[in-house]
């Protein structure tokens, strides 16, 4: 799980930032991180590498920004599919909004903080993409 998680983003982040640096281009990096960076959900592995790319983001914004490299992160809420092992339906009646995300849903909130029309001065953060999910303070776990 760190391995993919957060050796493999890392790595690749930094080798963008660091190609991106040498030849002067200005740009964006997108990260995509979770939820469980900051709420348990009793998935310790996967909190724990998701938290880990969080910071990972965060330290590279603040090595890139005077490069003008914008470095952020998603933080998708329940997709179907994106490795929820609970029932989706007792998921879907926590979520505040009624209703699981998209993969639309995330690459509409990529294309915005990419852009230069909303993104321009969004540097260093984590968008949740989650129906409100994240307002959750605890789900019981899967028993």
């Known amino acids: 799980m760190t391995g993919i998680n957060l050796r493999a983003g890392f790595f690749l982040a930094r080798e963008v930032g ?27 592995h996967y909190s724990a590498s998701k938290a880990g790319m969080t910071m990972v983001m965060k330290e590279l914004a603040r090595t890139l920004a005077p490069a003008g ?5 998603i933080a998708p809420g329940a997709i179907p599919g994106g490795g929820f092992a609970r029932n989706m339906d007792e998921l879907v009646a926590l979520i505040p909004v009624g209703r699981a995300g998209t993969p639309d849903d995330i690459a509409q909130m990529a294309v915005a903080v990419l852009s230069e029309r909303f993104g321009r001065y969004v540097v ?7 129906g409100g999910l994240g307002l959750i303070s605890w789900i019981p776990p899967k028993a």
């Open 69 to 73: 490299i914008r470095v952020n992160a």
């Open 18 to 44: 660091r190609h991106m640096v040498e030849r002067g281009t200005k740009g964006r990096i997108l990260l995509i991180t979770s939820q469980h960076r900051e709420t348990p959900r009793n998935l310790p």
């Open 124 to 130: 260093g953060t984590t968008v949740e993409v989650d």
